[in-house]
């Protein structure tokens, strides 16, 4: 039988950690039910040394956690607490992760790669924010009182947890989407399996047990690591899920949405991927709108689902744009998660190296020019270097899919209006960008541009009180905010008579 917990040596902290590596269910790791032997091997992008094993979960492990999810909802959370209770569990979560912030960093680092600064500031500080907004949600979710007919009747609304919940988050932001998953739906009250990606999985095994810690009742909140097409399937099939929530690629979401309505037409929320665009208008300071470029497709080595990887600029500025574009982008050290120079890692993997590859010889091989990269680094890790086109046309891959590293294309505009048509031209609809001194006109554009979120004058950054989500085939639902209550409830209307009698027969 494979072990529950692993030992590793975090070099550059001079520490050494016991990991754990089995499955969480009724909050204890244990081994799969069926398939004990089955692991996932995890790998340092950086330096492409294996870290350790995790327990493969199988379609038997899911029945067993859903079983406890449901057992949970029915007896000690759904329902059975108050938002007060919950509220204070999710506070005292938060106040857990603050107190191994540095180690759930370094953690993350060598699973995904990411900087360990960045992990720790940015990642995890937020996180820590999004449970504590949340928390302060959980004993504010109300109905209403609707007026029926003063004399005899009244009608009002509660919103319920929805109940058992299948999680599914990516590896690009492992502890952040998780935050974001679970907040909202512990502060609902709803019971979570939580399916991690089998490349970053050990973060979120982390975080179980400081569900544990934290108090939460065995059941609430568990964790099975697996292949996506084991675990994430089984979630989105099952029939006693009654909502899923999945972030990751249309393509995989397209088969959770059919799953989901093939079984029992459990709610579904999405949050898919974008192709997104920024505008630079010659208004626009520039010195600010290349960093937010810059921002925009570097930022997490372009693995973000809004990176910002069309970038049209006004023909009247284009050439002096670009050069300091170019300039910026070669600032950026990409390199090592845990030396403090770098801005940004490597790709998590070998595959996703390998198919940002294939997009920048794409652009090569059909006519693209290269202001910036396209050479291949030698040595270990899946490292790729700022990667920028010029003399785009729309029929390129590079411009039409989404690549998901830091490979940018730059194309040039006339009108605005054109602006508006060469960024709507395309399947997705996450996010969009546009920098302008114009005020006017960052009216005009934002209320045209058709994504979910648009930024003027900056770019990439999000709160934890705004909502966040896409059109189009960038998905379905909205995370973060007050909205993301509405994924985790369910309007149950109450109509209450109190005078009226009733004549019989009709």
């Not at 810690?213 to 675990?231: C, D, K």
């Not at 910036?372 to 040595?379: A, D, I, T």
């Amino acid at each position: 039988m494979a072990s529950l917990s692993a030992r590793i040596v975090i070099r550059a902290a001079n520490r050494e950690l016991e990991i754990p590596t089995g499955l969480f269910i009724n909050n204890e790791f244990v081994p799969s039910a069926d398939s004990p032997n089955e692991l996932i091997h995890l790998v340092n992008p950086a330096t492409e040394e294996t870290i350790c094993s995790v327990v493969a979960g199988s379609v038997k492990d899911i029945d067993i956690a859903v079983a406890a999810a449901r057992k949970a909802f029915n007896t000690t959370w759904g329902k059975n607490v108050t938002g007060f209770e919950r509220s204070k569990l999710l506070n005292k979560l938060a106040d857990l992760m603050e107190r191994d912030q540095d180690i759930l960093a370094e953690v993350e680092s060598l699973n995904n790669g990411k900087p360990f600064k960045i992990a720790r500031d940015f990642d995890i500080g937020d996180s820590i924010q999004c449970l504590r907004y949340y928390a302060g949600w959980a004993d504010k979710i109300t109905g209403q009182t609707i007026e029926v007919d003063n004399k005899t009747k009244l009608a009002f609304t509660r919103h319920d947890p929805i109940g058992v919940c299948g999680q599914i988050i990516p590896w690009n932001y492992p502890i952040n989407m998780w935050a974001w998953k679970v907040a909202p739906a512990l502060a609902c009250g709803c019971t979570i399996i939580m399916k991690p990606s089998e490349l970053t999985p050990l973060t979120a095994l982390m975080l179980s047990k400081l569900i544990a810690e934290a108090g939460f009742p065995p059941g609430v909140v568990n964790t099975i690591p697996s292949l996506g097409s084991v675990g994430g399937a089984a979630l989105s099939m099952h029939m006693d899920v009654d909502k899923v929530a999945f972030t990751g690629s249309t393509v995989t979401g397209r088969r959770v949405m059919e799953a989901a309505a093939k079984s029992n037409l459990k709610k579904v929320s999405l949050e898919l991927g974008g192709k997104s665009p920024q505008l630079v208008f010659e208004s626009a300071d520039l010195e600010q709108a290349a960093n937010w470029a810059c921002l925009g497709i570097l930022y997490n080595t372009g693995q973000d689902c809004t990176a910002g990887s069309r970038l049209y600029v006004q023909d009247t500025i284009y050439d002096k744009f670009v050069s300091l574009l170019v300039s910026k982008a070669k600032e950026l050290v990409i390199g090592d998660g845990f030396d403090e120079k770098s801005g940004g890692g490597p790709l998590v993997s070998k595959t996703q190296f390998d198919k940002v590859w294939r997009y920048i010889e794409s652009g090569q091989a059909q006519g693209a020019k290269v202001a910036l990269g396209g050479q291949k680094r030698p040595g270990k890790g899946f490292f790729v270097d700022p990667t920028i086109f010029t003399d785009i046309n729309a029929n390129m891959d590079i411009v039409r899919d989404e690549i998901f590293g830091p490979v940018l294309a730059v194309g040039r505009f006339k009108t605005e209006e054109e602006a508006i048509s060469l960024a709507n031209d395309t399947s997705y609809g996450l996010g969009a960008g546009l920098h302008s001194n114009d005020a006017n006109q960052c009216m005009r554009v934002s209320s045209a541009l058709e994504a979910g979120t648009v930024w003027v004058n900056q770019y990439n950054l999000l709160n934890n009180n705004v909502p966040f989500g896409g059109k189009k085939q960038s998905g379905i639902g909205r995370e973060l905010g007050s909205y993301a209550l509405d994924e985790y409830t369910s309007v149950k209307a109450i109509h209450w008579n109190f005078g009226e009698k009733l004549d019989w027969p009709l």
